[in-house]
């Protein structure tokens, strides 16, 4: 009885640290910039990409009558469209107001301006978005809705933010600072190991050959091959340096002593990814994941730890 | 914290946690079963029923309409771990590409990808081709075909027909590279849009 309560504390303790909102505020930042990099990004194309049928790439309308079929409750443009339009409004109009209030929420994460609204209308526009374009939406659109789908139900504003520094507002529930933090190093630790353990099945992994198909594979081919062939004998060790640092990422990350070799090693992972295959939003995107989750606490220098007890107590003051 | 609303919290961070290690151990298993693996290819069955199994708490075997069913998915797409994920892995397939032969009343032919305007754009086509790809539905693919060569005809409106030609795109080894191999493009399906919006298919002898 004794040991399962030891059990018990233990993993309550495990699962609500103490902990301070710098990882918040790297998580908003991130994001913040994260979206309206997105947003940016497919400027030239949003309406191209997202118009009903008849206008666009694809139809938009096909994508959502297949997420109907998954699902009735996932959020989609499909749903605004037709009370715009009974207004008046012409799809391409609600279209540009949508890719607008994306950009401004970005912005106003960034900056920290009514961080719980703008962070709930980010995930909902970029939500519908990757929704209603899901022909064309790929693995960065999903860890750009795990990222705010957490940062919505985190506790804000962060003491970083404009919300806490002009508007003196202050987070309903800080003690749950810790518990949202460690939700996603859980989560992180699970796309790693999975990502791992998928890669180490393959046979491409362990000779190099998925490493140069990889890099020369069209669209991602943004080294000539030519230059590429040259460094073929660094294509084995670099294809299993990265099953190791996703598989490792797992048991390693969460040890003081290896966790900075390993979230330095898998940033240097993305960055290689972003510059060696054109995927700068997917690398960015890991990487503001990564720091927000593992990060704070090996830079933290002078900043306050709350002990167990007077977790937040600084944050209601 | 009152420990009741711990509690709470612990058991939404293991519903979650379950959630997200059922989706990625599901999508795993699908791809064990229908790739290359360090595993003999008679263990794909294995992992087909693996795949099934993992799919029941996700409620994938209810009727689509059931709504614990819709519930479920709809949380699983609204908190993005609705994918596994298998990037790049276990192994890379090659890509696809989609030409589109455009004929005009004067006898002219021009040729045509689906356009967009910037590189982040181009990755999501890139993806889009994908899908179209490895779908094993000749219906889904000849629609979205439809679909790419419609965007194409609004451009070049006076176009009485189009040929869309889908290939793969063959990637050499790098030891083949050395040896002068460059990636070459492998005829998988043609279609013809006419004025008449029919489409007939063609596919390699």
């Known amino acids: ?317 | 914290m009152t420990l009741s609303k711990k509690r709470v919290y612990l058991a939404g961070l293991a519903l979650q946690l379950s959630l997200i290690i059922t989706v990625s151990s599901r999508d795993t298993f699908w791809l064990l079963s229908t790739s290359r693996t360090i595993f003999p290819e008679s263990s794909k069955n294995f992992w087909q029923r693996a795949e099934q199994i993992a799919s029941i708490p996700l409620g994938q075997r209810l009727p689509r309409s059931n709504p614990v069913r819709q519930i479920l998915t709809g949380y699983l797409h609204l908190s993005g771990i609705e994918a596994g994920y298998g990037f790049f892995a276990p192994n890379i397939p090659n890509s696809y590409k989609l030409v589109f032969e455009l004929r005009f009343p004067d006898g002219r032919v021009e040729y045509e990808l689906p356009r967009v305007s910037n590189v982040a754009s181009v990755l999501r086509v890139a993806g889009l081709l994908d899908t179209i790809g490895r779908t094993r539905s000749e219906a889904f693919r000849q629609t979205m075909v439809k679909m790419l060569a419609d965007a194409v005809w609004r451009e070049h409106a006076d176009a009485t027909m189009i040929r869309a030609i889908f290939g793969s795109v063959v990637l050499p080894s790098a030891p083949e590279f050395e040896h002068g191999k460059r990636e070459s493009y492998e005829f998988l399906y043609a279609y013809d849009f006419s004025v008449t919006d029919e489409a007939t298919e063609q596919r390699p002898p």
């Open chain 1, 1 to 317: 009885m004794k040991r399962l309560s030891a059990w018990r504390k233990r993993l309550i303790n495990f699962c609500f640290p103490a902990e301070t909102d710098t990882w918040l505020a790297v998580l908003r930042i991130g994001l913040g910039l994260q979206v309206v990099l997105y947003a940016l990004s497919l400027r030239g194309d949003w309406n191209y990409l997202l118009a009903g049928t008849g206008h666009g790439l694809i139809s938009r309308n096909l994508g959502e009558a297949i997420l109907s079929l998954e699902s009735h409750f996932v959020p989609r443009l499909g749903w605004f469209v037709p009370l715009a339009t009974h207004a008046g409004l012409h799809e391409e109009t609600v279209l540009s107001v949508t890719w607008i209030c994306l950009i401004a929420s970005g912005c106003s994460l960034l900056i920290g301006l009514a961080s719980r609204f703008t962070a709930i209308l980010a995930w909902f526009l970029h939500l519908c978005a990757a929704k209603s374009g899901g022909f064309v939406s790929y693995g960065l659109d999903n860890f750009m809705t795990i990222g705010l789908f957490y940062l919505m139900l985190s506790p804000l504003p962060d003491r970083y933010s404009l919300d806490w520094r002009l508007r003196k507002s202050r987070p309903r529930d800080p003690q749950h600072l810790g518990f949202w933090r460690r939700l996603l190093q859980l989560h992180l630790c699970v796309i790693y190991f999975f990502s791992g353990l998928t890669k180490c099945l393959g046979i491409g992994w362990w000779d190099g050959s998925s490493m140069w198909r990889a890099l020369i594979r069209p669209p991602f081919n943004v080294i000539d091959a030519e230059i590429l062939v040259r460094w073929k004998y660094l294509f084995p060790v670099a294809g299993i340096l990265i099953c190791l640092l996703e598989i490792g990422y797992p048991f390693l990350i969460w040890n003081s002593k290896t966790r900075k070799i390993w979230l330095i090693g898998i940033c240097a992972m993305h960055v290689g990814i972003g510059l060696a295959m054109g995927m700068y939003l997917f690398a960015f995107i890991m990487i503001v994941l990564n720091v927000a989750a593992f990060g704070p606490g090996l830079i933290r220098t002078e900043l306050q730890t709350y002990q167990p007890g007077t977790v937040g107590k600084a944050l209601i003051n």
